[in-house]
């Protein structure tokens, strides 16, 4: 049974820093793109990042480029989102999400969701 599970968010001061871990089973994860996407409390699901499945190509919204840093570790079947100097707005449940497929373009369209994990930023 393929699964998603994200970890690590929690409540940060802004300016902090969190990683989220996305640990996945039950499908070969190093075929997948997998994508980090956010919901804030009464607004649509937005896209933040995505990792191609070999790692070489990633692409970030604006609102986080620079700021945040995704990655992958295929021999762990995980997924990170370093996320650093941290701002209100980027309070919102932070979902991993997996797609099979090879290059960025897998980006586009994601099959399998995680629970999500909720990241507050606030003082």
């Known amino acids: 049974q393929l699964q998603l599970v994200e970890s690590g968010g929690g409540l940060v001061q802004p300016g902090g820093s969190l990683r989220l871990s996305c640990v996945t089973s039950?499908?070969?994860?190093?075929?997948?793109?997998i994508g980090w996407f956010r919901q804030a409390p009464g607004k649509e699901r937005e896209g933040v990042s995505c990792i191609s499945s070999s790692g070489s190509s990633t692409n970030y919204a604006d609102s986080v480029k620079g700021r945040f840093t995704i990655s992958r570790d295929n021999a762990k079947n995980t997924a990170y989102l370093q996320m650093d100097s941290l701002k209100p707005e980027d309070t919102a449940v932070y979902y991993c999400a997996a797609q099979l497929g090879v290059g960025i373009s897998a980006c586009d369209g994601m099959n399998y969701w995680g629970k999500g994990t909720l990241v507050t930023v606030s003082s």
């Open positions: 039950g499908f070969t994860f190093a075929y997948y793109a």
